[in-house]
């Protein structure tokens, strides 16, 4: 377990601890802020990851990067706007494997590449699963609330059960293949229970929070800067701070303005989770190409 590691676990359970001093609507505040500000921060310096691992070398037009992308963020909103059925499937397929593949990262250069993306998959999915079947009613109104769609809080548990059952099979399968594995996997299991714990006691929003937050986005941070500055030496954490910045402050901007022209939208969360599974696809490519050109290296 990494130093990383031991600390994200206290400040997973300190977070529960302020959360008892808090009403639900401040829980929910405060995790629609944390979301808005880590779990953006993130990944706002997808363009100068993309610029790095595209460029090879070469000069390349960070202009045309960023235009690409929002593109890519623009054909996302569309499809939510047309199919918010199919837009929430989708975010949750692209966030579970996203999840998954940082959390399983160590198992790259051992694994087959197609059996790493199904484990990572089934990992992911696992974890939303968990989450969902500890505050069904808040996932069922708010399903109905973006897709208009009623889902039955019992096909949640039926989902976290399969998706177990996958998970678990691939991880006896990589501990026969892969004995030296085992201690890695240890701690993945270790974690589960903190995450099962962390979501049993906390709203469903604070609970995403403290995972999004402590366990995935501070995380994916670290690695984008050894990527992008090939160290994480105090100076170049906050240069990854300052590169972010500008483009962070856009997104933020970009929120208010989506929130501010849907006149006819009652819920900020249903905008908030639009606009934040948009920029999961693009996002969650970018760190695929990051962990496979790390992976080559």
Known sequence: MSKYDS???????????????????????????????????????????????????????????????????????????????????????????????????????????????????????????????????????????????????????????????VFLLFTFLVLIAYPKSRGSLFYQFLFLGVYAIIFKVSSLIWGFAIYFIVWHSIPSMQLQTIFIYGSLSRFHFFKYVKDAFLYWILSVLAIGLFYYFQSTSKFFITVIFSFFSAITYPHAFVIFKMLQQKKTE
Not at 31 to 53: C, E, M, P, V, W
Request: charged content about 10%.
């Open 7 to 165: 600390l994200a676990i206290v400040i997973s359970f300190y977070s529960l601890w302020i959360s008892s001093y808090l009403s639900d609507i401040y829980e929910v505040i405060l995790g629609i802020i944390l979301i808005l500000t880590f779990g953006i921060y993130h990944g706002a310096n997808d363009i100068l990851i993309s610029s790095k691992f595209l460029s090879n070398g070469k000069a390349k037009n960070s202009i045309t990067i960023l235009v690409f992308y929002v593109f890519q963020v623009l054909l996302a909103l569309l499809l939510f706007y047309l199919s918010p059925l199919l837009g929430l499937l989708l975010f949750i397929l692209a966030s579970s494997y996203h999840f998954g593949e940082q959390q399983l990262s160590f198992l790259k250069t051992i694994l087959p590449e197609t059996y790493l993306r199904i484990y990572a998959l089934s990992y992911g999915l696992m974890l939303f699963f968990l989450l969902f079947m500890m505050h069904p009613a808040e996932v069922v109104a708010i399903v109905k609330q973006i897709t208009f769609f009623t889902i039955d809080a019992q096909h949640i548990y039926y989902g976290f059960v399969i998706f177990m059952c």
